[in-house]
Protein backbone atom coordinates (compact mmCIF):
# COMPACT_ATOMS: atom_id res chain seq x y z
CA UNK A 1 0.00 0.00 0.00
CA UNK A 2 3.08 2.63 0.95
CA UNK A 3 4.72 2.05 -2.61
CA UNK A 4 0.83 3.05 -4.04
CA UNK A 5 0.52 5.94 -2.21
CA UNK A 6 2.54 7.61 -3.86
CA UNK A 7 0.56 7.42 -7.16
CA UNK A 8 -2.67 7.62 -5.47
CA UNK A 9 -1.50 11.33 -4.07
CA UNK A 10 -0.66 12.05 -7.94
CA UNK A 11 -3.69 10.89 -9.24
CA UNK A 12 -6.05 12.25 -6.54
CA UNK A 13 -4.13 15.70 -7.07
CA UNK A 14 -4.72 15.66 -11.17
CA UNK A 15 -8.46 14.67 -10.48
CA UNK A 16 -9.07 17.41 -8.46
CA UNK A 17 -7.46 19.94 -10.34
CA UNK A 18 -9.26 18.61 -13.39
CA UNK A 19 -12.72 18.60 -11.77
CA UNK A 20 -11.82 22.70 -11.20
CA UNK A 21 -10.56 23.44 -14.70
CA UNK A 22 -13.99 22.01 -15.98
CA UNK A 23 -16.21 24.17 -13.34
CA UNK A 24 -15.25 27.21 -15.92
CA UNK A 25 -16.80 26.04 -18.81
CA UNK A 26 -19.88 24.07 -16.83
CA UNK A 27 -20.65 26.41 -14.70
CA UNK A 28 -20.63 29.41 -17.73
CA UNK A 29 -23.10 27.21 -20.06
CA UNK A 30 -24.79 26.80 -16.64
CA UNK A 31 -25.38 30.02 -15.71
CA UNK A 32 -26.39 31.34 -19.34
CA UNK A 33 -28.95 28.67 -19.53
CA UNK A 34 -31.64 29.21 -16.49
CA UNK A 35 -29.57 30.56 -13.44
CA UNK A 36 -27.10 33.73 -12.44
CA UNK A 37 -23.84 34.10 -10.81
CA UNK A 38 -25.92 34.20 -7.64
CA UNK A 39 -28.15 31.06 -7.76
CA UNK A 40 -24.43 29.06 -8.27
CA UNK A 41 -22.58 30.34 -5.80
CA UNK A 42 -25.68 29.58 -3.25
CA UNK A 43 -26.04 26.37 -4.60
CA UNK A 44 -22.02 25.56 -3.88
CA UNK A 45 -21.78 26.99 -0.43
CA UNK A 46 -25.26 25.40 0.78
CA UNK A 47 -24.33 22.33 -1.36
CA UNK A 48 -20.99 22.33 0.21
CA UNK A 49 -22.51 22.70 4.04
CA UNK A 50 -24.70 19.96 3.57
CA UNK A 51 -22.44 16.85 2.03
CA UNK A 52 -19.49 17.97 4.51
CA UNK A 53 -21.70 18.40 7.39
CA UNK A 54 -23.28 14.73 6.82
CA UNK A 55 -19.22 13.36 5.87
CA UNK A 56 -18.28 14.46 8.97
CA UNK A 57 -20.63 12.11 10.99
CA UNK A 58 -18.82 9.38 9.17
CA UNK A 59 -15.09 11.03 10.21
CA UNK A 60 -13.36 11.20 13.30
CA UNK A 61 -15.22 13.55 16.04
CA UNK A 62 -12.62 16.29 16.69
CA UNK A 63 -13.31 18.66 19.35
CA UNK A 64 -12.88 22.31 18.48
CA UNK A 65 -12.48 25.12 20.93
CA UNK A 66 -15.14 27.94 21.20
CA UNK A 67 -12.30 30.67 20.23
CA UNK A 68 -11.65 28.33 17.03
CA UNK A 69 -15.26 28.08 16.19
CA UNK A 70 -15.39 31.97 15.71
CA UNK A 71 -11.96 31.91 14.11
CA UNK A 72 -14.07 30.07 11.00
CA UNK A 73 -16.51 32.89 10.60
CA UNK A 74 -13.27 35.04 9.21
CA UNK A 75 -12.25 32.01 7.75
CA UNK A 76 -15.28 31.44 5.61
CA UNK A 77 -15.89 35.21 5.14
CA UNK A 78 -12.76 35.45 2.75
CA UNK A 79 -12.01 31.79 1.92
CA UNK A 80 -15.82 31.04 0.88
CA UNK A 81 -18.03 33.69 0.75
CA UNK A 82 -15.96 36.89 -0.83
CA UNK A 83 -14.06 33.89 -2.87
CA UNK A 84 -16.77 32.32 -4.05
CA UNK A 85 -18.89 35.08 -4.38
CA UNK A 86 -16.26 36.90 -6.64
CA UNK A 87 -15.11 34.09 -8.82
CA UNK A 88 -18.60 32.64 -9.54
CA UNK A 89 -20.91 35.92 -10.42
CA UNK A 90 -17.14 37.13 -12.27
CA UNK A 91 -17.68 33.77 -14.20
CA UNK A 92 -20.81 34.42 -15.03
CA UNK A 93 -19.61 37.71 -17.00
CA UNK A 94 -16.28 37.09 -18.70
CA UNK A 95 -15.32 34.06 -20.35
CA UNK A 96 -14.38 30.51 -18.89
CA UNK A 97 -10.71 31.12 -20.58
CA UNK A 98 -10.04 34.31 -19.04
CA UNK A 99 -11.47 33.09 -15.49
CA UNK A 100 -9.33 29.52 -15.46
CA UNK A 101 -6.13 31.68 -16.56
CA UNK A 102 -6.58 34.24 -13.47
CA UNK A 103 -7.02 31.54 -10.85
CA UNK A 104 -3.17 30.54 -11.63
CA UNK A 105 -2.47 34.24 -10.30
CA UNK A 106 -3.43 32.76 -6.45
CA UNK A 107 0.45 31.93 -5.74
CA UNK A 108 1.59 34.89 -6.51
CA UNK A 109 -0.95 36.96 -4.32
CA UNK A 110 -0.20 34.66 -1.76
CA UNK A 111 3.59 35.51 -1.76
CA UNK A 112 2.91 39.51 -1.12
CA UNK A 113 0.91 38.69 1.19
CA UNK A 114 2.65 36.46 3.11
CA UNK A 115 5.94 39.22 2.71
CA UNK A 116 3.58 41.73 4.32
CA UNK A 117 1.98 39.25 7.05
CA UNK A 118 4.49 36.66 7.79
CA UNK A 119 7.58 38.63 6.65
CA UNK A 120 8.65 36.18 4.13
CA UNK A 121 11.67 37.66 2.01
CA UNK A 122 10.97 38.68 -1.82
CA UNK A 123 13.70 37.72 -3.90
CA UNK A 124 14.64 38.73 -7.32
CA UNK A 125 13.27 35.26 -8.75
CA UNK A 126 10.03 36.23 -6.92
CA UNK A 127 9.93 39.93 -7.85
CA UNK A 128 10.48 38.90 -11.60
CA UNK A 129 7.39 36.22 -11.22
CA UNK A 130 5.25 38.41 -9.72
CA UNK A 131 5.83 41.10 -12.77
CA UNK A 132 5.63 38.21 -15.22
CA UNK A 133 1.97 37.36 -13.68
CA UNK A 134 1.41 40.93 -13.63
CA UNK A 135 2.03 41.65 -16.77
CA UNK A 136 -0.25 38.31 -18.42
CA UNK A 137 -3.18 39.69 -15.57
CA UNK A 138 -2.61 43.35 -17.37
CA UNK A 139 -2.95 41.96 -20.99
CA UNK A 140 -6.05 40.04 -20.29
CA UNK A 141 -8.11 42.70 -18.58
CA UNK A 142 -6.70 45.11 -21.61
CA UNK A 143 -8.02 42.45 -23.93
CA UNK A 144 -11.47 42.40 -22.02
CA UNK A 145 -11.86 46.00 -22.34
CA UNK A 146 -11.87 45.95 -25.82
CA UNK A 147 -13.41 42.91 -26.30
CA UNK A 148 -16.95 43.08 -27.54
CA UNK A 149 -18.41 39.43 -26.50
CA UNK A 150 -17.58 37.75 -22.99
CA UNK A 151 -16.66 34.91 -25.09
CA UNK A 152 -13.21 36.80 -25.47
CA UNK A 153 -13.58 38.48 -21.81
CA UNK A 154 -15.31 40.92 -20.06
CA UNK A 155 -13.12 43.35 -17.68
CA UNK A 156 -15.60 43.23 -14.62
CA UNK A 157 -15.44 39.60 -14.50
CA UNK A 158 -11.94 39.29 -14.70
CA UNK A 159 -11.14 41.63 -12.06
CA UNK A 160 -13.72 39.94 -9.98
CA UNK A 161 -11.94 36.85 -10.97
CA UNK A 162 -8.87 38.75 -9.43
CA UNK A 163 -10.72 39.53 -6.64
CA UNK A 164 -11.37 36.27 -5.40
CA UNK A 165 -7.67 35.18 -5.97
CA UNK A 166 -6.43 37.87 -3.38
CA UNK A 167 -9.57 36.83 -1.21
CA UNK A 168 -8.42 32.91 -0.76
CA UNK A 169 -4.57 34.14 -0.67
CA UNK A 170 -5.64 36.69 2.26
CA UNK A 171 -7.42 33.39 3.68
CA UNK A 172 -4.54 31.27 3.42
CA UNK A 173 -2.12 34.04 5.00
CA UNK A 174 -4.21 34.91 8.14
CA UNK A 175 -5.89 31.04 8.63
CA UNK A 176 -3.24 28.85 7.86
CA UNK A 177 -2.36 28.36 11.71
CA UNK A 178 -6.18 27.33 11.66
CA UNK A 179 -6.93 25.66 9.33
CA UNK A 180 -3.97 22.83 9.68
CA UNK A 181 -4.92 21.80 13.70
CA UNK A 182 -8.10 20.26 12.38
CA UNK A 183 -8.93 17.38 9.95
CA UNK A 184 -10.62 18.95 5.98
CA UNK A 185 -13.98 17.52 7.52
CA UNK A 186 -14.18 19.48 10.50
CA UNK A 187 -12.55 22.73 8.64
CA UNK A 188 -15.18 22.43 5.69
CA UNK A 189 -17.71 21.75 8.01
CA UNK A 190 -17.65 25.14 9.96
CA UNK A 191 -16.58 27.20 7.30
CA UNK A 192 -19.59 26.20 4.95
CA UNK A 193 -21.70 26.11 7.83
CA UNK A 194 -20.49 29.94 8.39
CA UNK A 195 -20.66 31.04 4.86
CA UNK A 196 -24.17 29.56 4.79
CA UNK A 197 -25.65 31.27 7.53
CA UNK A 198 -23.78 34.90 6.46
CA UNK A 199 -25.14 34.59 2.35
CA UNK A 200 -28.28 33.10 2.36
CA UNK A 201 -29.84 36.19 3.79
CA UNK A 202 -29.04 37.93 0.76
CA UNK A 203 -29.57 35.19 -1.41
CA UNK A 204 -32.45 32.59 -0.51
CA UNK A 205 -35.10 35.29 -2.00
CA UNK A 206 -33.24 35.61 -5.19
CA UNK A 207 -32.75 31.58 -5.62
CA UNK A 208 -36.40 31.24 -4.68
CA UNK A 209 -37.59 32.92 -7.44
CA UNK A 210 -36.11 30.54 -9.95
CA UNK A 211 -38.30 29.82 -12.32
CA UNK A 212 -37.60 26.06 -11.52
CA UNK A 213 -40.17 24.03 -14.70
CA UNK A 214 -38.27 26.69 -17.02
CA UNK A 215 -34.83 25.53 -16.34
CA UNK A 216 -33.55 22.51 -18.59
CA UNK A 217 -32.69 19.37 -17.12
CA UNK A 218 -28.59 19.71 -18.26
CA UNK A 219 -28.64 22.93 -16.33
CA UNK A 220 -29.40 21.62 -13.17
CA UNK A 221 -27.17 18.51 -14.01
CA UNK A 222 -24.00 21.05 -14.65
CA UNK A 223 -24.95 22.74 -10.92
CA UNK A 224 -25.24 19.73 -9.26
CA UNK A 225 -21.72 18.41 -11.05
CA UNK A 226 -20.20 21.36 -9.65
CA UNK A 227 -21.52 21.18 -5.98
CA UNK A 228 -20.68 17.29 -5.58
CA UNK A 229 -17.65 16.65 -7.90
CA UNK A 230 -16.01 20.20 -8.33
CA UNK A 231 -16.83 21.46 -4.39
CA UNK A 232 -16.95 18.31 -2.17
CA UNK A 233 -15.19 15.71 -3.97
CA UNK A 234 -12.36 18.15 -4.78
CA UNK A 235 -11.65 19.39 -1.32
CA UNK A 236 -11.41 15.25 -0.33
CA UNK A 237 -9.03 14.51 -2.93
CA UNK A 238 -6.42 17.61 -2.39
CA UNK A 239 -6.38 16.67 0.96
CA UNK A 240 -5.51 13.12 -0.09
CA UNK A 241 -2.79 14.72 -2.17
CA UNK A 242 -0.87 16.93 0.10
CA UNK A 243 -1.05 14.16 3.02
CA UNK A 244 1.84 12.73 0.50
CA UNK A 245 3.25 15.30 -1.63
CA UNK A 246 5.51 18.37 -1.30
CA UNK A 247 3.73 21.58 -0.97
CA UNK A 248 5.78 22.76 -4.59
CA UNK A 249 4.45 20.00 -6.57
CA UNK A 250 1.11 20.35 -5.47
CA UNK A 251 1.25 23.71 -6.92
CA UNK A 252 2.30 22.13 -9.84
CA UNK A 253 -0.77 20.69 -10.45
CA UNK A 254 -2.37 24.20 -10.32
CA UNK A 255 -1.50 24.21 -14.10
CA UNK A 256 -4.11 21.19 -14.92
CA UNK A 257 -7.25 23.89 -14.12
CA UNK A 258 -6.71 26.28 -17.39
CA UNK A 259 -5.58 23.51 -19.51
CA UNK A 260 -8.72 22.15 -18.51
CA UNK A 261 -10.50 24.79 -18.94
CA UNK A 262 -9.38 26.19 -21.89
CA UNK A 263 -9.12 23.27 -24.22
CA UNK A 264 -12.87 22.19 -23.45
CA UNK A 265 -14.10 26.16 -23.44
CA UNK A 266 -12.69 26.27 -26.79
CA UNK A 267 -13.56 23.20 -28.37
CA UNK A 268 -17.23 23.70 -26.80
CA UNK A 269 -17.24 27.19 -28.40
CA UNK A 270 -18.26 28.76 -25.14
CA UNK A 271 -15.03 30.67 -24.83
CA UNK A 272 -12.89 31.81 -28.01
CA UNK A 273 -9.27 31.61 -27.92
CA UNK A 274 -7.04 34.46 -28.91
CA UNK A 275 -2.91 34.89 -29.07
CA UNK A 276 -3.29 37.55 -26.20
CA UNK A 277 -4.43 34.83 -23.98
CA UNK A 278 -1.76 32.84 -25.26
CA UNK A 279 0.57 34.89 -24.03
CA UNK A 280 -1.05 35.34 -21.04
CA UNK A 281 -0.62 31.83 -19.80
CA UNK A 282 2.79 31.91 -20.72
CA UNK A 283 3.30 35.19 -18.46
CA UNK A 284 1.53 34.07 -15.57
CA UNK A 285 2.09 30.53 -15.76
CA UNK A 286 6.15 31.16 -15.96
CA UNK A 287 5.25 33.31 -13.14
CA UNK A 288 3.84 31.06 -10.85
CA UNK A 289 6.76 29.22 -11.40
CA UNK A 290 9.30 31.56 -10.16
CA UNK A 291 7.30 32.56 -7.32
CA UNK A 292 7.29 28.93 -5.94
CA UNK A 293 10.67 27.90 -6.91
CA UNK A 294 12.13 30.62 -5.35
CA UNK A 295 13.45 30.42 -1.76
CA UNK A 296 10.73 30.93 1.39
CA UNK A 297 12.28 32.32 4.68
CA UNK A 298 12.47 29.25 6.63
CA UNK A 299 15.00 27.88 3.43
CA UNK A 300 16.97 30.66 3.81
CA UNK A 301 17.22 30.66 7.43
CA UNK A 302 18.06 26.62 7.06
CA UNK A 303 20.93 27.46 4.76
CA UNK A 304 22.37 30.50 7.11
CA UNK A 305 22.62 27.78 9.91
CA UNK A 306 24.57 25.25 7.78
CA UNK A 307 27.22 27.32 6.72
Known amino acids: MDNKRPLIAHLSMFAACAFWGLMAPLGKDAMTHGIDGIDMVTFRVVGGAVLFGMASLFAKHEHVAAKDKLLFVGAALLGLVFNQCCYTIGLSITSPINASIVTTSMPIFAMILAAIILKEPI ?166 WLVTKSKS ?11
Open 297 to 307: RRDIERAARKE
Open 123 to 288: TGKKALGVLMGCSGALILILTSAAAVSDKVGDLRGDLLCLGAQFSFALYLSLFNPLIRRYSVFTVNKWMFFWASLMLLPFTAAHVASIPVAEVPTRTWMEAAFIVFFCTFVSYILTMIGQRTLRPTVVSIYNYVQPVVSVSVSALTGIGILKWSHALAVVLVFGGV
